[in-house]
């Protein structure tokens, strides 16, 4: 069964915003899939529209109808799989499937995840916060995302960033419970944050996609 991979980068790059270089963490490759509202900001980093509309109609055109756009599903690894978890909770209607590599569940209680809603959206606004946030979105819905489907993570249960309450799996857990959405999280023995726990899962991932993609 075939499927088309489409890989985005993480933020706008050179953009020239203020402090955009700064930390691996705000700027320049955390772009945090949000639309920023901040003066400095609001201008490049969009994100979020940006792999929902830009991105798509450039890969549509790219494609000259040889890939099937009617029938997408979304992954991401760490503030990837936030960016996945958001898109697909925020747009059902694009998306047959979503899944994550340690995501960054519930942003809005942790250090990233504050520290870039801060800056993109500002901290007067923190209400707006939880529009990009995937157990805040979650916890809203009277309904399971995709019917029956379950939504799949995989969480290194080595990695660092879990203890650093960064990650916050087991909130997003307890948003699915509420919802009555099917949710396959696994913590896997042994494994960090890194590549490697992807590369070792990463074909799950494909067949779970894949699955859904072909599913007519």
Not at 19 to 27: L, P
Not at 129 to 134: G, L, R
């Amino acid at each position: 069964r075939k499927i088309a991979i489409l890989v985005p980068d993480t933020s706008p790059r050179g953009a020239g915003a203020p402090h955009e270089d700064d930390a691996y963490d705000f700027g320049s490759g955390a772009g945090f899939y949000v639309d920023a509202t901040q003066a400095d900001y609001k201008k490049n980093y969009n994100m979020y529209s940006y792999i929902r509309d830009e991105l798509i109609s450039a890969a549509k055109a790219a494609a000259q109808g040889r890939v099937d756009f009617s029938r997408m599903s979304i992954c991401g690894h760490s503030m990837g799989g936030h960016g996945a978890l958001v898109l697909a909770l925020r747009n059902p209607e694009m998306f047959r499937s979503v899944s994550a590599f340690a995501p960054i569940c519930n942003p809005v209680n942790c250090a990233w995840g504050r520290k870039c809603f801060g800056g993109y959206l500002g901290e007067e606004n923190k209400e707006s916060w939880k529009a990009y946030d995937a157990t805040e979105l979650m916890s809203k819905r009277d309904a399971p995302l995709f019917g029956d489907r379950e939504i799949l993570i995989d969480q290194g249960a080595a990695d660092n960033f879990l203890g650093e309450k960064q990650l916050l799996p087991e909130n997003f857990q307890g948003a699915c419970e509420k919802v009555g959405q099917k949710l396959d999280l696994q913590f896997r023995q042994g494994y960090d944050h890194g590549y490697f726990f992807i590369a070792t899962f990463i074909e799950r991932h494909l067949e779970y996609h894949s699955s859904a993609l072909h599913q007519h």
